[in-house]
T-cell receptor, first 113, second 110 residues
Framework: NAGVTQTPKFRILKIGQSMTLQCAQD?????MYWYRQDPGMGLKLIYY???????DKGEVPNGYNVSRSTTEDFPLRLELAAPSQTSVYFC????????????FGSGTRLTVV | GIQVEQSPPDLILQEGANSTLRCNFS?????LQWFHQNPWGQLINLFY???GTKQNGRLSATTVATERYSLLYISSSQTTDSGVYFC????????????FGQGTRLTINP
């Protein structure tokens, strides 16, 4: 049972480039989330999904897009990367019962130069 | 939106000491969770505790929902307890979008 798997772990982008951060979970969780963590700060919600085909914006969605074609996968797309998107990105999932908590991936550290 | 404030921002202790971390939130919540982020960046869910008290080994947590605060207690600290502790809350059913505090950075020295 791998839990939540994020790839890549590290990436350096040039300003204006695009990339997709991958997130996959093998726990059959309906709910999935993308957060970003800036240095010394807490996590902020970018996008979330309550099931395949259903996504919605979080607190800081500008500059990002998501899709959820399967229960397992929830990729995050960065278009026209900007230095302000330098951050650590975490994907998380949870099952239907909140009491079992969230499972976080190990994160993707992205630097835009 | 809901505000989450954690205190203290930083805490440095010797191994074996006890500590109390506090989380205040600005609105009624139906979900409150404590997370530990270890020095390698990994986030671990410690407690789901929208109200009441829970204990897990040397860690325990208490949430007083009517007064909008939660406390995380760490007893007999070990160096492996070092890291950042986050409180996160949600007020809406369904998607349960967590709002995180800025964290308390705990350093346990040997």
């Amino acid at each position: 049972n791998a839990g939540v798997t994020q790839t890549p772990k590290f990436r350096i982008l040039k300003i204006g480039q695009s990339m997709t951060l991958q997130c996959a979970q093998d726990m059959n969780h309906n709910y999935m989330y993308w957060y970003r963590q800036d240095p010394g700060m807490g996590l902020k919600l970018i996008y979330y999904s309550v099931g395949a085909g259903i996504t919605d914006k979080g607190e800081v969605p500008n500059g990002y897009n998501v899709s959820r074609s399967t229960t397992e996968d929830f990729p995050l797309r960065l278009e026209l990367a900007a230095p302000s998107q330098t951050s650590v990105y975490f994907c998380a999932s949870r099952g239907g019962r909140i009491i079992y908590g969230y499972t976080f991936g190990s994160g993707t550290r992205l630097t835009v130069v | 939106g809901i505000q989450v404030e954690q205190s203290p921002p930083d805490l440095i202790l010797q191994e074996g000491a006890n500590s109390t971390l506090r989380c205040n939130f600005s609105d009624s919540v139906n979900n409150l969770q404590w997370f530990h982020q270890n020095p390698w960046g990994q986030l671990i869910n410690l407690f789901y505790i929208p109200s009441g008290t829970k204990q897990n080994g040397r860690l325990s947590a208490t949430t007083v929902a009517t007064e909008r605060y939660s406390l995380l207690y760490i007893s007999s600290s070990q160096t492996t307890d070092s890291g950042v502790y986050f409180c996160a809350v949600a007020i809406i059913q369904g998607a349960q979008k967590l709002v995180f505090g800025q964290g308390t950075r705990l350093t346990i020295n040997p």
